[in-house]
């Protein structure tokens, strides 16, 4: 089965910065996308930015110029670099990936962004 473990979340004060990482394992094939999503307290879930098929990246506009995402293929990991966090930026964050037609996410990690 695939799996994905996200770490790297926390507390940091505004204009701080942060970086998630999400690990997977297991059998993953034909990787059609991946990508973070989040959910703030009382609002929908969002996507914050994505990598899609033939390195198509997408940001939320709220995150553009402040958040960037990789990957590293050897360590099977993708990264979320966040940077100059508000507190708006505060919630729980998702890693996830499509392959193979189907959805795979991790658990999430909570990043809260206060003084």
């Known amino acids: 089965q695939v799996q994905l473990v996200e770490s790297g979340g926390g507390l940091v004060q505004p204009g701080g910065s942060l970086r998630l990482s999400c690990v997977g394992s297991g059998s993953i094939f034909s990787i059609n996308a991946m990508g973070w999503h989040r959910q703030a307290p009382g609002k929908q879930r969002e996507v914050v930015a994505s990598?899609?098929?033939?390195?198509?990246?997408t940001f939320a506009d709220s995150v553009k110029g402040r958040f960037t995402i990789s990957r590293d293929n050897a360590k099977k990991t993708m990264y979320l670099q966040m940077n100059s966090l508000q507190p708006e930026d505060t919630g729980i964050y998702y890693c996830g990936l499509v392959a193979g037609g189907k959805w795979y996410w991790g658990q999430g990690i909570q990043v809260t962004v206060s003084s």
């Open positions: 990598l899609g098929s033939g390195g198509s990246l």
